[in-house]
């Protein structure tokens, strides 16, 4: 049953991508009938779930032995909880509806059939990451996802821009694997064993010390997947891909896994010194802040989105490392709902502007694109945090913790998601209010000239007002006001409850009200600001050159990477080919040389060998005489 | 009779099956004395055998008969062929199997 998750989108990417041409005409069709029949096989193990008591409710499926050498095991087993089956409903969920739309989104696309089967691949891919019951097959999935985004980043790959982008997701994300990869041969020196209940078991009784370099190590695979700083670029570049991938990829799913990597790995983080945890929450509260301060400054409608994701996934590792696990989970689910939407969004947005990306040539297309503009304002609505759509909820529940763990922290935390709300709001009002701008640059559109923007397909639209009511209750899942409404909380209880941090006593939770008003408050000084300055023009914008060049990140890291970098990586390579291969071909030149002079003796005369030979002999005789035979 | 004589005898054959084989050129020469020095290892064997009264000597000078007269075969197949393809039984002539 289990397997059969994975297996559909499996079959249907073999399918595609082994049919070839053949499947154009319906191959889209069967990649969603896939990913839909997924879902609804995920649906109904969850209520099968739901009917059963807390302890029951853990399956493992064994499928068989991987690889077996000695003490070296590893099984190919599956195993569904209450964690994974919450990804399992989110990726083929989200994923079906996201199908859906890339119907609509790639219906001029010829390629369309290519795009379908990366699409399943990826959702196969994403569910044996969540499925898998050791690290080592949680890596294949890992590296599983890696791939289907590369490939779909890479997708117009007739555009060397996009090459480029696909190239450089697949190198950054492989820093982040050396730490995945670093962290099982930890395991395995020390545990001997990669399986999640075996290291679970384990790192009870492990050193301190080895359990923290296992979850530094783990961190920075997570760091690398979920695009938090300083491997957060690749998820900017990846914006290149078709905007149905953005939304599945790098806003809903796959950059959470470093979310679930973490909560999985929760015992380790919380055997591990207190200074761990302490890192995550820095590395997320920086990386929320630098991601939502460039964000106010850019044009493109995707790239605000993408660096409004990594100032999300910036949150969800502030409150891991806060210990606030379930809040994380929660706000990865209700961002997996507003932030598809918007991407899926500025993908209708996109589509009706005949591939217009930037922001400063819009405006006005609410009369133009109704539902997209309602659906739209929906998400937005949800992510600046204004109550009650589902992102204040998760949003205040991680400020919570964080108030509860680090002062300092929770005003970072405020500060970004002031800075959340300007600019949404900015984008809001850049693309659907104001003056209508799309012809103002007419020239640059060559062959559309004139042109009014339209709405989008119905097929579009359909799982824009799915997430949209999504965005709206989603928050319903675990509301603040009393225990018995976590319903989150006390579903996830078997896998966090140890690790979570326990807040019950503390000033923040007996004062949460306080601390709501004060999320309310800063949420609309937010908005207000953004509408005092975009709608109104009473203050000049600040959009300078250093935000918009994302503080020239990219820039420094190329001169860093190519400057002392390069002298670097050419020092090693000559001290590789210089000295390490000098050596190994030293001895082989030394070898052959003796074999040069040595052979000189076979000269071909029989004559020559008889007479070495009676010389020998007469030599070993005068030995034995000389010794005596005994 | 002195049994040494026999030995003395033997090794003289030998030592005269060296010589031929390391110093004459034609192959059917040095084949002859690699015969030569078989023949005085068997005369000492059968020597030896008398000497002791046992008959271990006389089973090893079968052995080595059969063994001569195989490779007699061979070895006159082998220098027969070279002959026809080199028009010469020189074997200083055949020294191509070298560095």
């Not at chain 1, 369309?112 to 294949?140: I, K, S």
């Not at chain 1, 979310?259 to 995550?280: C, W």
């Not at chain 2, 003395?8 to 030569?36: D, P, Q, W």
Request: hydrophobic content about 55%; glycine content about 8%; proline content about 3%.
């Amino acid at each position: 049953m289990i397997a059969a998750l994975i297996g559909l989108p499996l079959l249907g990417a073999t399918v595609l991508l082994l049919g070839g041409r053949r499947t154009n005409a319906w191959g889209h069709f069967l990649a969603v009938a896939m990913s839909a029949a997924s879902f609804v096989l995920g649906a109904f193990l969850f209520i099968q779930m739901v009917g059963k008591s807390e302890e029951e409710r853990e399956v493992g499926q064994h499928l068989f032995d991987w690889i077996s050498v000695g003490a070296f095991q590893i099984p190919f087993g599956l195993h569904l909880d209450q964690l994974s089956i919450v990804f399992v409903l989110l990726i083929t969920g989200v994923g079906t509806l996201i199908h859906i739309y890339s119907i609509g989104y790639m219906e001029h696309d010829p390629n369309r059939r290519r795009f379908f089967a990366y699409l399943n691949l990826f959702v196969a891919a994403m569910l044996l990451l969540v499925l898998a019951d050791n690290y080592f097959l949680l890596y294949v999935g890992w590296e599983g996802v890696g791939l289907a985004s590369y490939l779909l980043i890479s997708f117009y790959q007739q555009k060397p821009s996009a090459a480029t982008a696909g190239k450089k997701a697949f190198i950054v994300n492989r820093v982040g694997d050396v730490g995945l990869s670093l962290a099982i041969m930890l395991m395995f020196v020390t545990f001997g064993t990669v399986t999640f209940e075996g290291v679970d078991a384990a790192v009870a009784s492990g050193s301190s010390s080895t359990v923290t370099w296992i979850g530094l190590a783990l961190l920075l695979a997570a760091c690398g997947k979920s695009a938090q700083f300083p491997l957060q670029s690749w998820l900017l570049d990846a914006m290149e891909g078709p905007t149905p991938v953005s939304a599945l990829i790098h806003a809903a799913t796959m950059v959470t896994s470093g979310v679930f990597l973490m909560t999985r790995m929760s015992p380790v983080l919380h055997a591990s010194y207190e200074f761990a945890p302490t890192i995550i929450a820095v590395v997320g509260a920086a990386t929320a802040l630098y991601a939502a301060t460039v964000a106010v400054a850019q044009n493109d409608i995707k790239k605000v989105l993408a660096y409004s994701t990594v100032s999300q996934l910036g949150y969800m590792f502030l409150a891991i490392g806060s210990g606030a696990y379930v809040a994380a989970i929660f706000h990865m689910i209700t961002h997996a709902f507003f932030k598809a939407l918007l991407f899926l969004g500025s993908g209708s947005v996109i589509h009706g502007m005949h591939h217009e990306q930037d922001m400063r040539r819009m405006g006005a297309l609410r009369k133009l694109m109704p539902v997209t503009a309602i659906t739209f304002i929906i998400g937005w609505l949800a992510i600046a945090g204004v109550p009650p759509f589902a992102g204040f909820w998760s949003k205040d529940e991680i400020l919570l913790y964080v108030y509860a763990n680090n002062r300092f922290l929770y005003v970072v935390g405020l500060v970004t998601a002031l800075l959340t709300a300007y600019y949404m709001t900015r984008q809001v009002i850049m693309v659907f209010y104001g003056k209508a701008k799309w012809n103002d640059h007419a020239s640059d559109h060559g062959a559309h000239g004139d042109f009014t923007p339209h709405e989008s397909p119905k097929i579009m639209l359909f799982p824009l007002v799915v997430l949209a009511f999504l965005s709206v209750v989603g928050g319903a899942m675990q509301l603040p006001f009393t225990k018995k409404l976590h319903f989150l909380e006390h579903w996830l209880a078997p896998i966090t409850e140890e690790s979570e941090a326990h807040i019950g006593e503390t000033w923040a939770y007996h004062n949460k009200y306080i601390l709501l008003g004060v999320a309310v408050v800063v949420a609309t000084v937010g908005i207000l600001a953004a509408f005092a300055v975009y709608a109104k023009g009473k203050f000049k914008a600040i959009e300078p050159k250093v935000l918009e060049q994302a503080w020239y990140y990219d820039a420094g890291a190329s001169k860093l990477v190519g400057g002392p970098g390069a002298a670097l990586f050419n020092g090693i390579a000559w001290v590789d080919a210089h000295i390490v291969d000098g050596a190994v071909n030293g001895t082989a030149t030394l070898v052959r040389n003796i074999g040069g002079t040595v052979r000189k003796a076979q000269t071909g005369f029989v004559r020559s060998y008889a007479a070495l030979m009676a010389i020998g002999f007469v030599a070993v005789l005068a030995w034995f005489i000389y010794r005596g035979v005994a | 009779m002195n049994p040494n004589n026999y030995l003395i005898l033997a090794a003289i054959l030998f030592t005269i099956g060296v010589y031929g084989v390391l110093v004459r050129r034609n192959a059917i020469i040095v084949f002859m004395s690699v015969e030569l020095m078989l023949n005085a290892a068997n005369l000492a064997f059968v020597a030896a055998a008398r000497n002791t009264g046992t008959l271990d000597g006389l089973v090893v000078a079968f052995f080595v008969m059969v063994v001569a007269a195989a490779e007699v075969v061979v070895g006159l197949a082998i220098i027969v062929t070279i002959f026809r393809t080199r028009r010469s039984a020189s074997i200083d002539e055949a020294s191509l199997m070298k560095y």
